[in-house]
């Protein structure tokens, strides 16, 4: 069984910071891709931006600059730090975790996602 665990939401202003991690661990042999999407009320999911097993980043337009994705050191952990937050950005932060384990070859395993309400 593989888990995924999203933390660091929470409300901020607009014009502020903040950092989200995610972790996965369980039976998860192999992580090829990690990915920030976020889902806004009444909006459908969006992709943020991903990290490969190269190290290499990719984000989606809207980001301009304002958020980057990094590893942790520890194991299967990724960041995303947020700043220069809009109200726009309010919403509910995934992670999805691209991996294989003994019984799968590869899938997308979700966490439960973390909330940023950003305030103007």
């Known amino acids: 069984q593989v888990q995924v665990v999203e933390s660091g939401g929470g409300l901020v202003q607009s014009g502020g910071s903040l950092r989200l991690s995610c972790t996965a661990s369980?039976?998860?042999?192999?992580?090829?891709?990690m990915a920030w999407y976020r889902q806004a009320p009444g909006k459908q999911r969006e992709l943020v931006g991903t990290l490969n097993n190269d190290g290499n980043t990719n984000y989606a337009a809207f980001v301009k600059g304002r958020f980057a994705i990094f590893r942790g050191n520890q194991k299967n952990t990724m960041y995303l730090q947020m700043n220069s937050l809009q109200s726009d950005d309010t919403g509910l932060y995934l992670c999805?975790?691209?991996?294989?384990?003994?019984?799968?070859?590869?899938?997308?395993?979700w966490g439960r996602g973390t909330l940023v309400t950003v305030s103007s």
């Open positions: 369980g039976s998860i042999l192999q992580v090829y891709e």
């Open positions: 999805g975790v691209e991996g294989s384990t003994l019984g799968v070859v590869r899938s997308r395993y």
